[in-house]
């Protein structure tokens, strides 16, 4: 099915969204759509898929023009989407989830959970998905998940499927299974829109690609166009792909971890007795495969986890047993690997989510009072500072992209007064711009003699910031190694296997 996309113009109040954007995507083709965060990319595919409805401009499919009230009418036209965010619901099965909106029924308006089923198989094994029909949503690992909003957009006909940002929560291997998926589909004739900022996946899979910036078409480009070329189209300038991050020159050892232990709600060991220390003036980054246990480790350093044996300290200073608030008060900046849930309140401002940390104490409260004229002028300082594009400090974080959430949030930590600093994930999901002023703040704060922990499934991510690098496997330590280890070799270790001399703990 071809797609073309006209004049599409969609504001919100002042702010022009959508500015008279064209696009054609061919029948079986795969066409990027490349842009930062907050260049207007969602808001066009919401617009196709029915959630929005546009100012000005026309949606066409083989040449037909459509009029969509909303994403029933953009189904029933062909056009599925896969959300960057998941629409499903956790503590139903597979093919209830499938089945949601459009349920087969016996006589008597009985549910048919037995054709629902009988769908889901039929798609898993055309794609080899692998999927239980049965099993639990909330029970899947994310890439599977995934695969399921696949099935749901395939099980309605979908003949134009559109990918919004979908391996912004993958991993490495996940993200190689999905690229192989979408060949699948483009093989079988469906027409993709993929919507994304990194430039890797692109060149791997995109047939044409279309850049916007600040929401207007600047350019097409092809797929052998180079990573500094796409990078300079997307953002309007000239954009460090990579930070220099130079010698660092550590310390002592500052954090200090031994024999740390975590369990978890069901009683499983998912951290094994590992030890690691970080020196002032260092980055570690810890990386591993989602789920071997990284994550827990992270909260356990934060007081986030409540079975912890073991013994974690600071500057020579006890932090296990200590309360969240009480670590934070001992200087630990953190920016947590969910910013949407754990990072920001999306109904605060973003003067109030600057403030979050510290909103019982001088110079924010005197006497008991908010002082609303620093916190504004605060506020108003670090939207400069960190680049967060916005209309103004009154803006509720829920409205801003994610590469400016996470930037309200890198502004919020490191503007405390720190004695470490962890960051999990601190680049899932931002565009190549958001990545450069996060990576350069990174090594400004270990340059300054902070102790820098990053947690991160990103190869490009691990091996751009570290000056070791601690792979983490089945809740164990694999090895210990120096920051220019190799891809391979870190893939390998991820994999579960150790090379000789890394100091493996697992």
């Known amino acids: 099915m071809k797609l073309e996309i006209r004049g599409i113009t969609k504001r919100f109040g002042a702010l022009v969204a959508n500015d008279h954007i064209d696009l054609v995507v061919e029948p079986g083709e795969i066409h990027a759509l490349l842009g930062e965060n907050g260049a207007g990319k969602s808001t066009l595919m919401n617009v196709l898929y029915g959630l929005y409805r546009a100012d000005e401009g026309d949606i066409l499919l083989d040449d037909v023009p459509q009029h969509f ?243 974690i300290t600071l500057d020579g200073k006890p932090l296990t047993g200590r309360s969240v608030r009480q670590i934070l008060d001992a200087g630990v900046g953190f920016v947590p690997e969910d910013r949407t849930e754990d990072g920001i309140v999306a109904e605060f401002t973003i003067a109030e989510n600057l403030m979050l940390d510290r909103s019982t104490a001088a110079p924010f409260v005197k006497a008991g009072n908010l002082q609303l004229d620093y916190r504004d002028q605060f506020a108003r300082e670090k939207v400069t500072e960190f680049d967060i594009r916005t209309q103004g400090i009154d803006t509720h974080a829920g409205r801003l992209s994610g590469g400016n959430q996470q930037k309200v949030v890198l502004a919020r930590e490191l503007s405390r007064d720190l004695r470490m600093f962890v960051a999990a994930q601190p680049t899932r999901g931002l565009d190549v711009g958001s990545i450069e002023v996060v990576h350069s703040r990174i090594i400004e704060t270990r340059d300054s003699g902070i102790p820098v922990i990053v947690i991160s499934t990103e190869l490009d991510e691990v091996t751009a910031l570290a000056d070791r690098i601690l792979v983490m496997y089945r809740g164990g330590i694999i090895g210990i190694v120096p920051g220019d280890t190799s891809r391979d070799v870190l893939g390998l270790m991820m994999a579960g296997e150790a090379p000789a001399g890394t100091g493996a703990a697992a």
């Open 69 to 311: 009230s909303g994403p029933g009418d953009a189904m029933a036209a062909g056009i599925g989407m896969v959300h960057q965010h998941f629409m499903l619901i956790p503590v139903f099965t597979v093919a209830e989830n499938v089945m949601l909106g459009h349920e087969p029924t016996k006589a008597g308006g009985r549910l048919d959970l037995p054709t629902a089923r009988a769908k889901v198989r039929e798609i898993s094994e055309r794609f080899g998905f692998d999927i239980d029909p049965d099993a639990l949503v909330e029970d899947l690992p994310v890439g599977v998940q995934q695969r399921v909003e696949i099935i749901k957009a395939l099980s309605r006909d979908a003949k134009v499927l559109v990918f919004d940002e979908p391996t912004a929560v993958l991993t490495p291997q996940e993200t190689d299974e999905l690229i192989e998926i979408m060949r699948q589909l483009k093989a079988a004739g469906t027409s993709i829109v993929f919507i994304t900022h990194k430039l890797r996946e692109v060149r791997a899979i995109a047939d044409r690609i279309t850049v916007i910036r600040l929401g207007k078409v600047v350019g097409e480009a092809s797929p052998t166009a180079s990573n500094v070329e796409l990078a300079s189209l997307m953002v309007g300038r000239a954009v460090e792909l990579t930070v220099d991050k130079g010698a660092s020159v550590p310390g002592g050892p500052a954090l200090v971890v031994e024999d740390l232990s975590v369990i978890n709600p069901r009683g499983d060991v998912v951290v094994k007795n590992v030890s690691f220390d970080v020196c002032a003036g260092e980055v570690l980054v810890i990386a591993g495969v989602q789920g071997n246990g990284q994550t827990e480790l992270t909260e356990a350093l934060l007081g986030l986890q409540e079975r912890v044996t073991g013994r």
